[in-house]
């Protein structure tokens, strides 16, 4: 049972930066066919869960929402890490953030990785707060 455990969510001015990191434990990419597709989606109060980025864990390929517009760059740390550099934050970034993973073929990778749905873990999210 993979399990996810974001970190890296405080509270940043308006135009700032942060990093969160989300971490999948009981998981290795060296013994398995499939790997994970991991994604970061946020919610903010009484708005719709949407997707933020998702990327295929050991692949090249990197996935945006509409609304990042090159603010945001997913990439792996290591075999089992990710972060979400945030760079130009706005009011509008202020939100729970929630790492999502699923395990995935090679063929399917993160397709629709923005539906929310389809992944199989989730963590309990990190709280980003942009203020002025």
């Known amino acids: 049972q993979v399990q996810l455990m974001e970190s890296g969510g405080e509270s940043v001015q308006h135009g700032g930066s942060l990093r969160l990191t989300c971490e999948a434990s009981q998981y290795s990419s060296r013994t398995s066919y499939q790997k994970l597709c991991m994604a970061w989606f946020r919610q903010a109060p009484g708005k719709e869960r949407e997707g933020v980025a998702a990327l295929y864990l050991g692949g090249s390929s990197q996935y945006y929402g509409d609304f990042v517009k090159g603010r945001f760059i997913i990439s792996q740390e290591a075999e089992n890490k990710v972060y979400l550099q945030m760079n130009g934050l706005e009011y509008e970034d202020t939100a729970m953030y929630y790492c999502?993973?699923?395990?995935?073929?090679?063929?399917?990778?993160?397709?629709?990785?923005?539906?929310?749905?389809?992944?199989?873990?989730w963590g309990q999210g990190t709280q980003v707060t942009v203020s002025s």
């Open positions: 999502a993973a699923v395990l995935r073929g090679p063929f399917e990778r993160c397709g629709s990785w923005y539906i929310g749905g389809q992944y199989s873990y």
